[in-house]
C-alpha cells in the first residue's frame, strides 16, 4: 500500500458512516430531550393529570358530598355484548401501552433501551420476591388511607371494576391491572427519572415531578387519591434509585391493582367495611 492509499484509508475511517456503515451515536441536546419527555407525557400520564384534575373539579361543583359520588374503574363499553364489549376492553388496554413502546424505542434509539431501567427478565424471582413484600405493605396502607379519606369527606367512593359477570371479567380485569403498572412505572419512574436528570435537574426536583405526577392523575379519586399515590411516587423512587429497576415496582403495581379489581369483584355488597356506590 502506497503513501497515497494509506491516507485515503486514515480519511475513510476518520469521516461519519454513511447510510450503509455502522451507526453514529449522538446525543441530544437538553432542550430536545425536554421537548420529547413533554410530549410524551402529553401522549400519556401528563395528559390523564389533567383529565383528573377537570373530573376532580367537576366532582367539587357537584351537589353533594365526594363520598356520596363514585370515581369508576374498569367499567362495561357495550352492556349485553359481551363479545363487543371485550374487543373494546382489550383494545384499550393495547392503546394504553403505546406510550411504553414510545418510551422503549426512544431509549433504544440512545443506545439504552428498557434494559437500561431494569425493565426486562434478568431477574424475575428477585422482582416479584420484592415487589411482593412492597404490595403488602404498600396495599394495606393504601386501603387504610382510602377509607379514612372517603370517611372525612375528601374522597369518592372508588368503584374498583363494575364489569358484567362474563367469563372474560377476571382475566380482563388482571391485564388491566398489569397494563397501569407498567405504564406507569415505566413512563414516571423510570424513564421521567432518566430524563430529568440527564436535562439538568437535581435528585429532589426529579423526586417530587415524578411522585406529582403520579398523584395527579389519580385526582379524579379525591384528595386521598392525589395524596396517597404522591406518598407512594416518593416510596417508588426512593427504591428505584436503591435496586436500579422497575422490575420490583411494576409487580408491586400489579399485584396491588389485581387484589384491588379481583377482591372488590368478590367482596362488593359482602362485606359490610367496604363502601359500594
Not at 431501567?117 to 428477585?126: C, L, M, Q, S, V
Amino acid at each position: 500500500m502506497n503513501r497515497a492509499t494509506r491516507q485515503d484509508a486514515r480519511d475513510a475511517e476518520e469521516r461519519p458512516a454513511g447510510p450503509a456503515g455502522p451507526a453514529v451515536a449522538s446525543v441530544p441536546s437538553r432542550r430536545t430531550l425536554g421537548t420529547e419527555t413533554l410530549l410524551v407525557l402529553a401522549l400519556s400520564l401528563g395528559a390523564s393529570g389533567v383529565s383528573a384534575l377537570i373530573s376532580f373539579i367537576g366532582a367539587l361543583t357537584r351537589p353533594g358530598g365526594l363520598k356520596d359520588q363514585a370515581a369508576r374503574l374498569n367499567t362495561s363499553h357495550a352492556p349485553g355484548r359481551p363479545w363487543l364489549d371485550l374487543a373494546w376492553q382489550l383494545f384499550g388496554i393495547a392503546t394504553a401501552l403505546v406510550p411504553v413502546l414510545l418510551v422503549a424505542h426512544l431509549l433504544s434509539r440512545e443506545g439504552a433501551g428498557l434494559r437500561s431501567i431494569g425493565f426486562d427478565r434478568r431477574r424475575p424471582g428477585t422482582d416479584l420476591a420484592r415487589g411482593t413484600a412492597v404490595a403488602a405493605v404498600v396495599g394495606g396502607t393504601g386501603l387504610l388511607l382510602y377509607l379514612g379519606a372517603r370517611a372525612a369527606g375528601s374522597n369518592l367512593t372508588v368503584v374498583p371494576e363494575s364489569l358484567p359477570d362474563v367469563w372474560w371479567k377476571f382475566p380482563v380485569l388482571i391485564a388491566s391491572a398489569v397494563q397501569n403498572a407498567v405504564l406507569e412505572e415505566v413512563v414516571v419512574v423510570g424513564y421521567l427519572l432518566r430524563r430529568l436528570g440527564q436535562t439538568g435537574w437535581g435528585p429532589m426536583a426529579a423526586l417530587a415531578a415524578s411522585a406529582v405526577l403520579r398523584g395527579s392523575y389519580h385526582l379524579y379519586q379525591g384528595i386521598g387519591g392525589f395524596v396517597g399515590n404522591m406518598a407512594m411516587g416518593v416510596l417508588f423512587v426512593l427504591l428505584y434509585r436503591r435496586w436500579g429497576r422497575v422490575g420490583p415496582l411494576v409487580a408491586a403495581h400489579a399485584l396491588i391493582d389485581i387484589v384491588a379489581f379481583a377482591g372488590y369483584a368478590l367482596l362488593a355488597g359482602k362485606v359490610g367495611w367496604l363502601p359500594t356506590a
